[in-house]
Nanobody, 131 residues
Framework: QAPLVESGGGSVQAGGSLRLSCAASAYAYSSFCMAWFRQGPGKEREEVAGIDENGRTSYADSVKGRFTISKDNAKKILYLEMTQLKEEDTAIYYC?????????????????????????WGQGTQVTVSS
């Protein structure tokens, strides 16, 4: 079983909404922080939202007030509710789980994910926003 599997991406017009889901295997649903990243065309991967083991959340300025990260511990699913979508939100969206041995990722905005080592990644889901 893949550690993390995203779904819910698609094409939407500007101003619309989408909800992304990230289903986690038992071993990948971490007691550490989990986060959503995105990588737009020609851009570097960036974290857009994080949620720690206590449910505290953080958001990049570019999505604050429009995106909401949440998780269902019983179902082991991470969500990203995206509203008021803009063309610049077009990207492949990935979910990831922190761990003590993982890919180091810089912190561009003061994330609640303080370890900054992401060990499990999903395959990504495409979000395309058109005008």
């Amino acid at each position: 079983q893949a550690p993390l599997v995203e779904s819910g991406g698609g094409s939407v017009q500007a101003g619309g909404s989408l909800r992304l889901s990230c289903a986690a295997s038992a071993y990948a649903y971490s007691s550490f922080c989990m986060a959503w990243f995105r990588q737009g065309p020609g851009k570097e991967r960036e974290e857009v939202a994080g949620i720690d083991e206590n449910g505290r959340t953080s958001y990049a300025d570019s999505v604050k007030g429009r995106f909401t990260i949440s998780k269902d511990n019983a179902k082991k699913i991470l969500y990203l509710e995206m509203t008021q979508l803009k063309e610049e939100d077009t990207a492949i969206y990935y979910c990831a789980t922190e761990g003590e041995e993982g890919l180091p990722i810089g912190d561009p905005y003061g994330s609640v994910c303080r370890l900054r080592l992401f060990v499990y990644w999903g395959q990504g889901t495409q979000v395309t926003v058109s005008s």
